[in-house]
């Protein structure tokens, strides 16, 4: 349940009671954002939060990183707090800590970072830069224990999971991951959450990127990670395949507003689904993105009538 607090922010939130149907606000206020569990420990996530590569890595690396504190403070204010983020996205990491501290949110955020050193054309990470980079990581959030760091795009698993393995042992971790998106590297990555003690996995799942319910879901199941789903709108892909059309009639009927709300809510309804991950560089884009997560899922009958639909529609 939102608080009152939060609710009052959210409301003052750049003209928000404008920008946001009233339907949403009250949505929010009466039944909070729909959370998932982790697995591992219960602990519930809303099932949409903020991912950090893309446009708001453009952003990051600008001269006005100020719509950013917007976005931020967006997720926070809307009653979302995972964010997604990595060392090599740019300035992002480093932008969205401090803003985090700035506005004194650091507690609010369930903040998911990453650890990638091995060299581009590589395959093997040097420990030491590894655990440098981690710990630019805490300097970045000021926050210790950080909540997830998961191995970047399964590279180096066996030196890179080790630090993390050791960390979460040390209670400076919460919980330890692996993240990876693509689909020729699913077997190793289904290895990895066979063979390995991970918490959480990152990976791309989208209305027209269903792949990962076949291979990588059962497994997440199985063995108890939760899931962030990366590239739920494929960053441009999907914008592109709707064009101008209209969400369609039968899509209203479950609350959806926004073509960001059919794919993000459509992604979110698979079970093995904790959070999905949008980025944006823009505070109404964010609300717009955690509208998905008032009101009701899709269900099965629903998402499949989806995925046609979006099946249907030319290829960019
Ligand atoms: N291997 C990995 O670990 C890995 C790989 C890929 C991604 N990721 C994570 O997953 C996150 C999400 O993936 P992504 O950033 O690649 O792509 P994405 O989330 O599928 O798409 C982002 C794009 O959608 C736009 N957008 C966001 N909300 C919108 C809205 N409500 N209406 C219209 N447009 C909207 C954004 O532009 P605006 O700024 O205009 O909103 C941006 O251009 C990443 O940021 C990253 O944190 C991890």
Redesign the pocket.
Known sequence: MISRRHYLKYSALAGAATLLPTGLIHAIQHDGLITRAVPKTGEKLPIVG??????????AEGEDVSPLLD?IKALVDGGGSV????PS?GA?EEVAGRIVQQLGVSDDIFW?T?VNVVPRGGSRADPDAARAQIERSFSYIGKDPIDLI?V??IRDVPTQLAILKELKEEGRLRYIGA????QSRFPELADVMRGEPIDFI???Y?VDDRSAAAQIFPIAQDRGIAV????????????SRVGDRSVPEWAREIGIE????F??KFAAAHPAVTTV??????A??????LGAAVGELPDAAMQKRMAEYVDALPTA
Request: aromatic share 16%.
């Open positions: 903020l991912g950090s590569s893309a446009s708001f890595r453009r952003l976005v964010f997604d983020t990595a996205y992002s998911a990453k998961q970047h795009n993240t990876y998106t693509g990152g990976v791309n989208a962030l789903v990366y590239v739920p709108f494929g960053r441009t892909r999907l914008w926004s073509w960001a709300q794919f993000i991950t949008p980025a944006t560089s823009k109404h884009h964010m609300l717009d993105n």
